[in-house]
Every structure is written in structure tokens, then in C-alpha cells.
């Protein structure tokens, strides 16, 4: 079993910065992928990024491309999503996501919801125009 617990959401002016992090436990954290998601109101959870395991290889959405960074702290347990150059239609609750198998993940299945098998509650971000 792995708890995954967000934290970092909030509101924020569009142009602004926030900081999303997801504490892990109960799994070997350094050994899996880890991915962030979002849904909006209305709409299907969508892929933002995520990272390998040894934080080898980063995967992003294009509408995030350039404005979002992924990274971990292994030691920490820790995955971290900075968001920078908000936007309003970044609005959503953003959860993270632990991959299903060890070390594995490819730019295609690290994209897809299918893939990951532990889910966090998720954190509000509003961005205001």
C-alpha cells in the first residue's frame, strides 16, 4: 500500500508561481515513476508530467512545456511539481500518481492514467486572471 499526500495548492494571480509537492510512503518511493495529473471542472483528469524513477528522464504535457518543472527527492520521498507562469486554464485539483512497476516507464505509458495505480486526494490551484 502507498499513501500519497499533496500539498503547496492554492490561489494565485495569473503570471505567479506555486510549489506542489506529494510526501510518499509505504513503497520503495525510489523505485517508481512518478506523474502529476489534473482535473478540471466538467473535465477528464489529464497528464501534466512525470518523472522516472531515478529522475533520469522528465515527461511533460505540451501545455505545460517550458512553464512547469517535475523533479523528486528520493531521500525525501518527495515529488515536486514548480508551476511558474500560471495561467488561468491551469485552474484544477492536481494529484499525483505512483507508477505500477519499478524502474519501468516509457514516454508513452508515463503519460497514461492506466499506468499508475496510487493516487493522492489531490490540491486546489486557481489562477485568476
Known amino acids: 500500500q502507498v499513501q500519497l499526500v499533496e500539498s503547496g495548492g492554492g490561489l494565485v494571480q495569473a503570471g505567479g508561481s506555486l510549489r506542489l509537492s506529494c510526501a510518499a510512503s509505504?513503497?520503495?518511493?525510489?523505485?517508481?515513476?512518478m506523474g502529476w495529473f489534473r482535473q478540471a471542472p466538467g473535465k477528464e483528469r489529464e497528464f501534466v508530467a512525470a518523472?522516472?524513477?531515478?529522475?533520469?528522464?522528465?515527461y511533460y504535457a505540451d501545455s505545460v512545456k517550458g512553464r512547469f518543472t517535475i523533479s523528486r527527492d528520493n531521500a525525501k520521498s518527495t515529488v515536486y511539481l514548480q508551476m511558474n507562469s500560471l495561467k488561468p486554464e491551469d485552474t484544477a485539483v492536481y494529484c499525483c500518481?505512483?507508477?505500477?512497476?519499478?524502474?519501468?516507464?516509457?514516454?508513452?505509458?508515463?503519460?497514461?492514467?492506466?499506468?499508475?495505480?496510487?493516487w493522492g486526494q489531490g490540491t486546489q490551484v486557481t489562477v485568476s486572471s
Open positions: 509505504g513503497r520503495a518511493f525510489s523505485t517508481y515513476a
Open positions: 518523472i522516472t524513477w531515478n529522475g533520469g528522464s522528465t
Open positions: 500518481a505512483a507508477y505500477r512497476t519499478p524502474y519501468s516507464a516509457s514516454a508513452h505509458t508515463a503519460t497514461q492514467v492506466s499506468w499508475y495505480n496510487y
